[in-house]
């Protein structure tokens, strides 16, 4: 079993390096530290070409990795920027990504979906990502969008027109709730710049027109009150996904929200900020354990 302590000697190391703030915050429940990167201004993005792990040798990358696997408690954010390493280095781990990747129901109650970035190792996978385009539930597709942004073939990226298209007419607020239209903006940005195939420049254009005749992020700004609404949606889709919350409970309505024990940590970058901090007060200002720190919100326990 991986070391959750050398894990995070690594970690600690490479924010270090990448100069990086963080904390360090003990979890009962597991008897270990987890490392919560803080800084979100300077953190990598899932999609951004760095890493902060890309020097860590095969030996560091394969505890990292097994610690994913294993479902050890780590950041969200640190999950993920590890993920970010399969395509080049998951091979040291292929056959325990493969059995959980390639098992016949996949579990989503915990962030091994960023695993599903190994299949951007090899053009061989190409079949298997377009399906699972057609199958992972949304808010699960981290990892396979990397795998589509590594591999990049023409199929791939026809078939996330035909995807992104299909997900925008069901929902014209698509990926606001889930981050995903930070994915969907990032391809579009990729594509505009670099197709790797000419004749793949008309779809584009068409697909392009289409997300901004229909996409709402790139169309208008919703009402305000429907921002509102989507927000704290996203707000509630969040946290009940995020594992620090399983020592939350949850009664209908999102800002009636109780912790009971530990110090869990909620953090989102929020566009515009000077927008939503508003929101975000609104709805927990008036609640002992919710403290507001610029516009980032933070839940501490009620003592």
């Not at 703030?21 to 009962?28: G, I, K, L, S």
Request: aromatic share 16%.
């Amino acid at each position: 079993m991986t070391s959750v302590n050398e894990v995070n000697e690594i970690i600690i190391r490479q924010l270090k390096l990448n100069n990086l703030e963080y904390d360090c915050v003990f979890d009962p429940e597991e008897s270990c530290e987890i490392v919560l990167c803080n800084d979100f201004e300077h953190f990598p993005r899932l999609l951004d070409e760095k890493c902060i792990f890309s020097d860590c040798t095969d030996a560091e990358l394969v505890q990292l990795f097994n610690a994913v696997i294993e479902r050890k408690y780590l950041d969200f954010d640190i999950i993920g920027e590890i993920c970010k390493m399969l395509p080049e280095k998951g091979f040291l781990v292929s056959d325990k990504l493969e059995k959980i990747i390639f098992q016949t129901e996949f579990d989503y109650s915990d962030y091994q979906l960023f695993l599903f970035a190994y299949l951007g190792c090899d053009k061989k996978y190409e079949a298997k990502v377009i399906e699972f385009l057609d199958t992972i539930s949304t808010d699960f597709r981290d990892g396979l969008f990397i795998a589509c942004d590594r591999l990049n073939t023409p199929s791939i990226i026809r078939k996330m027109f035909e995807k992104f298209t299909q997900w925008i007419s069901a929902d014209v607020d698509y990926g606001f709730c889930t981050g995903e239209c930070a994915a969907l903006k990032y391809f579009i940005k990729k594509w505009e710049h670099s197709l790797p195939a000419e004749d793949l420049q008309p779809e584009f254009l068409k697909f392009k027109s289409f997300v901004e005749k229909n996409w709402s992020p790139m169309r208008t700004e919703p009402e305000t009150e429907n921002r509102e609404n989507i927000f704290v949606q996203f707000f509630y889709d969040y946290l009940v996904r995020n594992w620090l919350v399983l020592r939350a409970t949850f009664t209908p309505k999102l800002y009636e929200i109780k912790v009971y024990d530990s110090y869990l940590d909620f953090s989102a970058i929020l566009e515009p900020a000077e927008q939503f901090c508003p929101i975000i007060k609104h709805h927990f200002s008036n609640f002992q354990n919710v403290q507001i720190i610029d516009h980032f919100l933070f839940f501490v326990p009620a003592h």
